[in-house]
């Protein structure tokens, strides 16, 4: 076991809280206070011997001398020859009544918080100032905060400072060492982390956060996402076909989530309502704040072609009229702050959904701001609308499904249209220069190209080919390429051939891979580089397999069997249980006479996520908010930009159905405990776990404490858990009660010891150190280290 290097952020004290990581000298309390004098922060030496690595000094006793002047301090610090109480002494600076230390720089606190966010962007919440949390009145599973919670409070300072390249973060530390983890080179190996089989799923899911898991008062990236997907069942009795499974009737949406290693279902929501107007499982869903309240909502489509808007609780909030509704996306058109909803063939407004213009001969689409006037126009597979519904571009090209990038990097977004009818793929982009503001590109790549169709007669498969297709760099050359599913096959097309004149169309792509969709022969897929080295790897199902594939050459990297009837569902890619690394969710249905390859028996239903256990996946974000997502449409908490950003304009995006990693891909976490008796009540051990790293870390990290060193044959009295995520600079206490604790604890004759993520539990998160995972103390109270 490793001792600790770097001080709990450099926090020579707090008020009365001294946070050194080398010595916490004096008892601890119920609310973590302390005095604390000689820790290495400060450079003192007490009468216990150098302050230096936590053994010198005492709270209670001790002169130190800061400065080399004369002065007598009992249990203070001589600073300039005047005497500084040990919690204000900073160097060789005294704070003033109302500052702290941190970081050998003397602040003032700033406001209550809660967390960090009701800080500025600088600022950190520190918890030793504020007051502790009481017990929560979870709800179902503790899924969910149902009120009577006084939440834990601190207050703001600054964060601490980063270390530049080569800087040594000196003793006393001035700054923080840059910390990240850089997954090793490895063979794919993913896992069934979750799964959730409680019905048939032929959609694609969206992931965003619902509700306050952590009874912080806030729904936001803090909290664990809900999963949203709806299940088919069973047809009317009056159709003479009942027991019969149909995937375009009588859905049910489910919304779950996962809570402490389970899948715990928060609600489902199935209308008691006309059989013709209950749900349609077929289609798909959008999620975001559409009302302005806190909370976000979700969008579902009904079999007669309404829209129905719920609450994040699962209860209703209106319903449109039938104006049709498949791939619903969310977006403020006008820049109003109040959000709208693109059905595919309407835009309603997201306050009540009262329609706001048709979108004639659509059933897919998606908002962005093609023209550059500031406002965000509705683009499908072959038209152009205002945020006035005028309609600006009519191509009079046939197709039904859509993305865009720009491919030749000018600025402006071309659009890849999909006719699964013919299987053929055209590229156009507006331009007011051009005879109806547009102009074809390039026209008529067939998508089954040079495959051999063995799609039985009367299948989808059989005469149709294209689904949803996906945009993103996949080759890692710097430029955006197109992705595109077929019944036969799956296709990457290069985004520098499409634009070339002199390539001819069955050139066009960069590699194929053969596969089967007979069934819809129109589904999607998506991207993530899951490895972080700039080239993006391709998840995609067809009716038996889920696969990746390295985004370069095809080569399959990982598969598994994973039945569906298939529509225009694809998996996705979000970190779904908040432990920092991306999960592929991927939804399946045993309703057909579709099995696994090889058995002809086997088949798979519901929900399954997958992810890499040995934590080898980078960071991603925690929200896919809706079938055309493309990350500038939505932030993460679920709020919708009132000025969306285009997509294809960003640093490290151009991307369309790609989730990315957000800013620090590889930052991780390091966490560093300080330990203290608790004299206050019942006699115990407080360890004071605090994240120094750059990235959050989830709950549960397991805290073990000894009597003697753990290395040595010490005893383990007993273990605690951390109950909240720990962002940056963030703290928590877990304390162990010791109402028997032996006088050798007590008298300080043998150390305590506390050691985080004591026998190496098994968890998705890696910290970029190590060696700083231990402290020892005294256990008496008053005593000396």
């Known amino acids: 076991m490793g001792t600790k290097r770097l001080g709990i952020l450099g926090l020579t004290s707090i008020g009365a809280i001294a946070l050194g990581a080398g010595a916490l000298n004096g008892c601890g309390s119920d609310s973590g206070s302390s005095v604390g004098g000689g820790n290495f922060l400060d450079s003192g030496a007490g009468s216990g011997g150098s302050g230096s690595g936590g053994t010198g000094g005492s709270s209670s006793g001790g002169t130190f001398n800061v400065d080399g002047g004369d002065c007598e301090c009992d249990g203070g610090v001589c600073i300039q020859g005047a005497c500084c109480l040990a919690d204000k002494a900073c160097g060789a600076v005294c704070c003033g009544d109302s500052d702290v230390c941190s970081f050998q720089q003397c602040v003032t606190p700033g406001k209550t918080c809660v967390d960090s966010d009701d800080c500025g962007g600088g600022d950190y919440c520190e918890y030793s100032l504020g007051d502790p949390a009481e017990e929560p009145d979870a709800g179902a599973g503790g899924a969910t905060c149902t009120g009577g919670v006084s939440l834990a409070t601190g207050r703001c300072l600054p964060r601490p400072p980063q270390c530049s390249a080569g800087q040594d973060p000196g003793d006393p530390i001035t700054c923080i060492e840059n910390c990240e983890y850089h997954p090793p080179a490895a063979a794919f190996d993913p896992e069934l982390k979750y799964h959730w089989d409680g019905g048939n799923v032929m959609m694609t899911p969206i992931v965003i956060e619902l509700d306050d898991d952590n009874c912080d008062g806030k729904v936001d990236a803090k909290d664990i996402p809900e999963i949203l997907f709806t299940t088919f069942e069973y047809t009317k009795p009056a159709t003479g076909d009942n027991g019969k499974a149909i995937y375009s009737q009588n859905g049910t949406l489910h919304a779950i989530s996962i809570v402490g290693g389970q899948v715990v279902e928060k609600w489902s929501y199935h209308p008691d309502t006309p059989f013709d107007d209950r749900l349609n499982p077929g289609t798909h869903l959008a999620g975001g704040d559409i009302d302005g309240q806190p909370g976000n909502e979700v969008i579902v489509c009904t079999q007669d072609g309404r829209t129905r808007a719920l609450h994040a609780d699962g209860t209703e909030f209106w319903v449109s009229t039938a104006t049709g509704c498949f791939m619903p996306g969310i977006g403020d058109i006008d820049h109003d702050g109040s959000p709208e909803v693109l059905t595919g063939s309407a835009v309603l407004n997201g306050s009540d959904g009262s329609t706001k213009f048709a979108v004639a001969g659509a059933s897919t689409g998606v908002f962005a701001d093609i023209t550059g006037d500031g406002f965000l126009e509705v683009v499908t597979p072959t038209s152009v609308y205002d945020h006035n519904g005028t309609q600006l571009v009519a191509t009079g090209l046939t197709a039904g499904h859509m993305a865009m990038g720009d491919f030749d990097k000018d600025g402006n977004p071309e659009i890849v249209a999909v006719d699964s009818a013919s299987h053929l793929v055209h590229v156009w982009h507006y331009d007011p220069a051009e005879t109806g503001s547009f102009k074809i590109l390039r026209q008529n790549i067939d998508m089954n190209g040079t495959f051999v169709n063995n799609c039985p007669a009367g299948s989808a498969g059989a005469t149709r080919g294209g689904g949803p297709p996906t945009v993103a760099d996949f080759d890692g050359d710097g430029t955006a390429d197109v992705a595109i599913a077929t019944g036969i096959g799956y296709t990457v097309l290069g985004g520098t051939k499409l634009l070339d004149t002199n390539v001819a169309n069955d050139q066009t792509n960069i590699w194929l891979k053969e596969t089967k969709d007979c069934s819809s022969a129109a589904t999607g897929s998506s991207v993530f580089d899951f490895d972080g080295?700039?080239?993006?790897?391709?998840?995609?199902?067809?009716?038996?397999?889920?696969?990746?594939?390295?985004?370069?050459?095809?080569?399959?990297?990982?598969?598994?069997?994973?039945?569906?009837?298939?529509?225009?569902?694809?998996?996705?890619?979000?970190?779904?249980?908040?432990?920092?690394?991306?999960?592929?969710?991927?939804?399946?249905?045993?309703?057909?006479?579709?099995?696994?390859?090889?058995?002809?028996?086997?088949?798979?239903?519901?929900?399954?996520?997958?992810?890499?256990?040995?934590?080898?996946?980078?960071?991603?974000?925690?929200?896919?908010?809706?079938?055309?997502?493309?990350?500038?449409?939505?932030?993460?908490?679920?709020?919708?930009?009132?000025?969306?950003?285009?997509?294809?304009?960003?640093?490290?995006?151009?991307?369309?159905?790609?989730?990315?990693?957000?800013?620090?891909?590889?930052?991780?976490?390091?966490?560093?405990?300080?330990l203290r008796p608790k004299c206050d009540g019942a006699y115990g051990l407080i360890a004071r776990v605090r994240n120094i790293g750059l990235a959050s870390v989830p709950p549960g990290v397991l805290v073990g404490f000894y009597e003697g060193d753990p290395t040595a044959g010490g005893t383990k009295l007993g273990e605690g858990l951390t109950t909240k995520a720990l962002a940056p600079a963030e703290a928590e206490d877990v304390t162990l009660e010791l109402p028997s604790a032996s006088m050798a604890l007590t008298t300080g004759q043998t150390l305590a010891f506390v050691v985080l993520d004591d026998g190496n539990p098994p968890h998705a998160w890696v910290q970029c150190r190590t060696d700083n995972d231990t402290d020892s103390a005294s256990g008496a109270c008053g005593g000396v280290r």
């Open 533 to 674: 080295d700039g080239k993006a790897e391709v998840v995609y199902a067809d009716e038996h397999t889920l696969r990746i594939y390295d985004g370069t050459n095809g080569t399959e990297l990982w598969s598994t069997c994973n039945t569906s009837g298939t529509l225009t569902e694809y998996p996705l890619v979000a970190d779904v249980d908040n432990d920092g690394h991306a999960d592929l969710i991927v939804i399946s249905n045993d309703y057909s006479g579709i099995t696994c390859l090889g058995d002809g028996t086997t088949k798979v239903r519901g929900v399954r996520i997958f992810g890499d256990t040995a934590g080898k996946w980078v960071r991603t974000r925690r929200i896919w908010n809706q079938h055309t997502y493309h990350v500038t449409n939505v932030e993460e908490d679920g709020r919708i930009p009132l000025n969306e950003l285009a997509n294809w304009k960003q640093t490290r995006l151009n991307n369309f159905r790609q989730n990315i990693q957000p800013s620090g891909e590889f930052s991780a976490p390091d966490l560093v405990v300080d």
